[in-house]
């Protein structure tokens, strides 16, 4: 079965850091883009990262401003996201997502989520 | 930056249409995807590229894209279509919608 297990969630204060890990298992890892999207509690979705599929090409969103570090590790079959500097605003469930094959960013496959609360 | 537009909520009694909209500055040059978010549960990809259904997908959920508008359609709608639909595109980099809450009653 393909399936995106997320780890390393918790309560952090502001300005703390956090290690976000995402198992992948059931399909080939290595040929797949790998994104996070996070979703804060009673918001919508809202894109945080993406990375390739050799982990040279990382993109960002804005509001990350250098804060974050999307990595992968093809070997182990799984993603991290390194957070430094959180924020209260950075409080919400982040999602390891798959993108499917294809000239579109449509993701198929997300994991169940690991919730990140960063209060005093 | 690049922006999507739902409506906060759609109703629709069941066993009819429901039409669920988004909308962004030439949406129809790029492809839209949609996604099905349950309560207490992961989003689930339901339309890619325009109009296309992944496997598992029931075929009541449609989907359609051109000038400034991507439209949802789910045809026949049954209770268990209650939850939260999200479109999403690209720009510079992924967009998502703010998202419509359906109601099915």
């Known amino acids: 079965e393909v399936q995106l297990a997320e780890s390393g969630g918790g309560s952090v204060q502001p300005g703390g850091s956090l290690r976000l890990s995402c198992a992948a298992s059931g399909f080939t890892f290595s040929y797949y883009w790998m994104h996070w999207v996070r979703q804060a509690p009673g918001k919508g979705l809202v894109w945080v990262s993406r990375i390739n599929i050799d982990g040279r090409r990382t993109t960002y969103a804005d509001f990350v401003e250098g804060r974050f570090t999307i990595s992968r590790d093809n070997g182990k079959n799984t993603l991290h996201l390194q957070m430094n500097s959180l924020r209260a605003e950075d409080t919400a469930v982040y999602y390891c997502?798959?993108?499917?094959?294809?000239?579109?960013?449509?993701?198929?496959?997300w994991g169940q989520g690991t919730m990140v609360t960063v209060s005093p | 930056s690049y922006e999507l537009t739902q409506p906060p909520s759609v109703s629709v009694s069941p066993g009819q249409t429901a039409s669920i909209t988004c909308s962004g500055d030439?949406?129809?040059?790029?492809?839209t995807c949609w996604y099905q978010q349950k309560s207490g549960q992961s989003p689930v990809l339901i339309i890619y590229q325009d109009n296309k259904r992944p496997s598992g997908i029931p075929e009541r959920f449609s989907g359609s894209n051109s000038g400034n508008t991507a439209t949802l359609t789910i045809s026949g709608t049954q209770p268990m279509d209650e939850a939260d639909y999200y479109c999403?595109?690209?720009?510079?980099?992924?967009?998502f919608g703010g998202g419509t809450k359906l109601t099915v009653l």
């Open positions: 997502v798959r993108r499917r094959p294809g000239n579109d960013d449509a993701f198929d496959i």
């Open positions: 030439r949406l129809g040059d790029k492809f």
């Open positions: 999403q595109a690209w720009d510079t980099n992924v967009v």
